[in-house]
Nanobody, 114 residues
Framework: QVQLEESGGGLVEPGGSLRLSCAASGSIFSIYVMGWYRQAPGKQRELVATVTSGGTTNYADSVKGRFTISRVNAKNTIYLQMNSLKPEDTAVYYC????????WGQGTQVTVSS
């Protein structure tokens, strides 16, 4: 079974930047579309960005132009560069496949506040 480990979250002021990382175990990682999801308190988990094995990306309208997803298949790792952060970006961020597997990592907390 693939294991997912997210890191890189933290507290940042509005307008700031963070870079999230997700390390996945397992040799099958490279064949999947991978994505970053987030869940804010009291809200459903939402998909914010995806990247195919070939590097094609897609973004939710709420983050388009501010977030950049990327992957390094040789390292079984995906990244999320988040710029111009807003308070509404506050959430726990998770990585998973798209469509998602039925298991999740612990996530990484991102808090945007002054």
């Amino acid at each position: 079974q693939v294991q997912l480990e997210e890191s890189g979250g933290g507290l940042v002021e509005p307008g700031g930047s963070l870079r999230l990382s997700c390390a996945a175990s397992g040799s099958i990682f490279s064949i999947y579309v991978m994505g970053w999801y987030r869940q804010a308190p009291g809200k459903q988990r939402e998909l914010v960005a995806t990247v195919t094995s070939g590097g094609t990306t897609n973004y939710a309208d709420s983050v388009k132009g501010r977030f950049t997803i990327s992957r390094v298949n040789a390292k079984n790792t995906i990244y999320l560069q988040m710029n111009s952060l807003k308070p509404e970006d506050t959430a726990v961020y998770y990585c998973n496949a798209d469509p998602e597997w039925d298991f999740w990592g612990q996530g990484t907390q991102v808090t945007v506040s002054s």
